[in-house]
Structure formats: C-alpha cells, structure tokens
C-alpha cells in the first residue's frame, strides 16, 4: 500500500508570493491532516480535513488555508509569504474513526 | 493545557544500552499517546501508541510505560543499536477531531 505522497518535495519562495502543497493521503483514508515542523516551534497543527469539510484548526494567521477534494486529496495554500514561513509541512492521514495518523515526507519550504 | 513535555532533549547511549524518554501532559481528555521516529529528511514514523487503560505495550524493542495518576508516559528502547539514532517525538490526542499534540523532540545518538 502506498503511504502518503506529498508534492513537491522541494521549494524555494520569495517573500510576499504564494504557494500551495499537495497530499494525497494512503488509499482509504478520509482524514487528511496538515503540520508544520520548524526548528523553534517543533510540529504545529495547522489543520484537519474530513469529506472535503474543515474539522479542526490550529493556531495560525488567515495566510494559511486548505481544502479537501472528494478523492480525499487535500491541498494548503499560503499566500503572502513571509520568511517565518519557511518549515517543513507535513501531511498526515488517517482511517476516519481511527487514532492512528501516518505521515508523509513533507514539503520542505524556504522563503526567501 | 495542551502542552506536552519531553525530556531530555538530546540522549547519547552505547550500543546495546536503553534509552529512556519521558513524556508529561496535563489535560485529562487525552486518550491516545503515541511516540513518533523521525530520521533527517524523513516525516514522522508511527512507532507505537498507548491508551490510557494499559500501563504498559511492547512491540518489538520499544515499549511504552504509561502511569496514568501521575500523567506521564516514557520510551524505552531495548538493545538499542545505532540505526535507532533519530529524533523521538512523543505525542498525545483526544477523541474526535482532536489534533495531535506533540512534545519537543528528543535526538537519540547511539554509538557503535
């Protein structure tokens, strides 16, 4: 089975531009869940996604946003980036009713 | 509340030795802990979790302690050996669409 696909691996951004991840979440899995991983703060939640539907929402200003697709794909955008921003984000997915959360790779940003 | 804390931050053992991580959360609505392995360049592996009706699970060389009066938790890695060397996330959740919420990370260095 295949685990979670998180697309790119790799991006370079300039400050006050745009930017939007993929996940596609292992085959099955309905809950689609979005963190970031930075050296200061460590794994924040951004947000979780079921049936296409925001379910839960972490700390983060407005410039964060997702969305989820009916295949359960799901996808974060951030616009107007700022250096701060540059993280590693990563996707989780999960068997709806299921506690068990499976990572994938992650996007490794850098805004410069 | 909704912190978790884990500690040390960094260990070093010998080959073969068992390195201990601990972990302390307050809120009583959790319900699921799991530990997380993550080696550089790498998202977040799912080692083994715990819920709070077991004081103790094994799986493999890790095993899990759970002391639910006094809210915390620890990892314990049996004949550690230097492929175990990453960082170790400890990590706890409610019901529902709750987030995961995680500790700071412990980087493991086993030495040959």
């Known amino acids: 089975k295949a685990g979670v696909t998180q697309t790119p691996r790799y991006l370079i951004k300039t400050r006050g531009q745009q930017v939007t991840l993929s996940c596609s979440p292992i085959?099955?899995?309905?809950?689609v869940s979005w963190y970031q991983q930075t050296p200061g703060q460590g794994l924040q939640f951004l947000f979780e996604?079921?049936?296409?539907?925001?379910?839960n929402k972490g700390n983060f200003p407005g410039r964060f946003s997702g969305r989820q697709f009916s295949n359960s794909r799901s996808e974060m955008n951030v616009s107007t980036l700022e250096l701060g921003d540059s993280a590693l984000y990563l996707c989780?997915?999960?068997?709806?009713?299921?506690?068990?959360?499976?990572f994938g790779q992650g996007t490794r940003l850098t805004v410069v | 509340q909704q912190q978790v804390k884990q500690s040390p931050q960094s260990l070093i053992v010998q080959k073969g030795g068992i390195p201990i991580i601990n972990c302390a959360y307050e809120?009583?609505?959790?319900?699921?802990f799991p530990w997380y392995q993550q080696f550089p360049g790498k998202g977040p592996a799912l080692l083994i979790a715990?819920?709070?009706?077991?004081s103790e699970k094994k799986e493999g060389r890790f095993t899990i302690s759970f002391n639910k009066s006094a809210k915390q938790f620890s990892l314990h890695i049996m004949d550690s050996q230097p492929g175990d060397s990453a960082t170790y996330f400890c990590?706890?959740?409610?019901?529902?669409?709750?987030?995961?919420?995680f500790g700071t990370g412990t980087r493991l260095l086993v030495s040959p």
């Open positions: 085959s099955g899995h309905r809950s």
């Open positions: 809120n009583t609505a959790f319900d699921y």
């Open positions: 715990i819920r709070p009706d077991v």
């Open positions: 990590a706890a959740k409610g019901t529902g669409f709750q987030k995961l919420v």
């Open positions: 989780a997915s999960s068997l709806y009713g299921s506690t068990e959360a499976f």
């Open positions: 996604y079921f049936s296409e539907t925001q379910r």
